[in-house]
């Protein structure tokens, strides 16, 4: 895995990062982005753009957030999405759904 992204994005989903992102690895559910891990070529570019602060290397999450490895991760599986590896974002790749933490994350 490369990089992740966190719970700032939750329910903004500013999407610079997607544009960015140059092997397209930036997916779009409905409260936020999740990066595919397998596609990701650890560039930093989606990190450097995002206004939210949202991104971090999958080494250095901050404590607190470190759930979004997992969750970024089962995002493709089969309890979400079961996308498995696409291949890269198209329109056909986008949704509404969304892992089951983000689902019912809700800001204090």
């Given at each position: 895995?490369?990089?992740?992204?966190?719970?700032?994005?939750?329910?903004?989903?500013?999407?610079?990062c997607?544009?960015?992102c140059p092997v397209?690895?930036?997916?779009?559910?409905?409260?936020?982005?999740?990066?595919?891990?397998?596609?990701?070529?650890?560039?930093?570019?989606?990190?450097?753009?995002?206004?939210?602060?949202?991104?971090?290397?999958?080494?250095?999450?901050?404590?607190?957030?470190?759930?979004?490895?997992?969750?970024?991760?089962?995002?493709?599986?089969?309890?979400?999405?079961?996308?498995?590896?696409?291949?890269?974002?198209?329109?056909?790749?986008?949704?509404?759904?969304?892992?089951?933490?983000?689902?019912a994350?809700?800001r204090?």
């Amino acid at each position: 895995m490369a990089y992740v992204i966190t719970d700032p994005c939750i329910d903004v989903k500013d999407g610079d990062c997607t544009v960015a992102c140059p092997v397209d690895c930036i997916y779009e559910g409905g409260r936020m982005f999740y990066i595919h891990p397998g596609e990701c070529i650890n560039c930093g570019l989606c990190l450097s753009v995002c206004p939210v602060d949202a991104i971090s290397w999958d080494e250095e999450i901050p404590q607190g957030r470190v759930q979004f490895k997992a969750v970024n991760q089962d995002f493709f599986g089969p309890d979400v999405t079961n996308w498995g590896s696409p291949g890269g974002w198209d329109k056909n790749h986008t949704t509404n759904r969304d892992h089951p933490l983000v689902a019912a994350y809700e800001r204090a």
